[in-house]
């Protein structure tokens, strides 16, 4: 039940990984045998989750105590805090001791005397299916954003017939709005992009598998990089602002690190794309150096090494 979702997040904590990637490896979870569901129309309606077992008898008392106890920190996660979190653990934590307390009893009751052993109730099948079906769809809505479903569609190693839901009609009009709030069209080129927009669907649906295969290995940065203006202008614009996205919290931790050493207290006073030059002068300058820089220490650290004096 594990292995899906730790062989995920190992891709997705990658270096090399783009926000494409993310709506990617979260629908193959999604419908992943190990959960019994290998399609949308095999997925039970939402709030239905975990309501039987494998035989189709009611799940037992302990287990749907855990199953409230998963649900209720999930609903924490973001929202908790000080005071409130300690409050929820103690909580969690009473539960969870009547619950072993119980569980427990119930064990010795069937040992016999001297035996080192406990008999451990086998969780169903259908039920442990279930309940990660659920973390993962829950899961799945927190990180389904309009900028991940618009790098799935522009990433050409993609498949269309992929997209989850109403994900391919809707992904039109997220790809315009996204477009519009970033400032990198106006009202009077929407119609513009939006037959961009077309035109590479119409491409990505004709070249089917035999043109994702043959981009599969290629970075689509580098590959909206290395495309023409003249077809996808607009696209392009958008593509590149997409796939700088970083998908992982230490490429991101990373890139902070890197603009709070350049924009010290000293250098306060510099512009935006100032700053933004240095930083790529920064990075540049420490790949190149790679023989004499310890690269990982440059780019966790950066205040470790001095390249800007």
């Known amino acids: 039940m594990f292995d899906p ?25 999604r419908y992943h045998i190990a959960y019994g569901v290998t399609s949308a129309n095999e997925e039970e309606p939402e709030g239905e989750f975990a309501v039987l077992d494998a035989n189709g008898e009611e799940p037992k008392a302990e287990f749907a105590v855990l199953d409230a106890i998963g649900s209720e920190e999930e609903d924490h996660d973001q929202a908790v805090d000080g005071i ?3 409050r929820h ?12 307390k119980n569980m427990n009893q119930t064990a010795t009751a069937d040992l016999p005397d001297g035996d080192e052993y406990q008999r451990i109730t086998a969780v169903p099948l259908g039920q442990l299916q279930s309940f990660f079906c ?4 829950k899961r799945w809505k927190y990180v389904h954003s309009n900028a991940m479903t618009v790098a799935f569609l522009l990433d050409p190693a993609t498949s269309l017939d992929d997209f989850v839901g109403d994900d391919d009609e809707n992904v039109d009009e997220q790809v315009c709005m996204l477009a519009t709030r970033c400032g990198l069209i106006t009202p009077a080129n929407m119609a513009k992009l939006t037959a961009e927009i077309l035109k590479l669907k119409c491409m990505k649906r004709r070249g089917g598998e035999d043109l994702r295969m043959k981009y599969l290995e290629a970075s689509p940065r580098d590959y909206w990089g290395a495309k023409d203006e003249k077809n996808y202008p607009l696209l392009k614009k958008v593509a590149q602002m997409a796939f700088a996205v970083p998908t992982s919290s230490a490429a991101s931790e990373r890139a902070w690190s890197i603009f709070d050493h350049i924009h010290s207290k000293r250098r306060n006073r510099l512009s935006v ?15 190149i150096q790679s023989d004499d820089i310890d690269l990982a220490r440059h780019q966790s650290c950066p205040e470790s090494v001095d390249i800007l004096n």
């Open 273 to 287: 794309e100032k700053v933004e030059r240095l930083a790529y002068i920064y990075i540049n300058y420490g790949t």
């Open 5 to 29: 979702i730790i062989e995920a997040l190992r891709a997705l904590e990658a270096d090399n990984g783009y926000i494409s990637g993310v709506y990617t490896w979260f629908r193959w979870l």
């Open 84 to 86: 409130g979190m300690l």
């Open 134 to 137: 659920k973390k993962i769809l």
């Open 89 to 100: 653990a103690a909580k969690t934590m009473s539960t969870t001791t009547s619950l072993q």
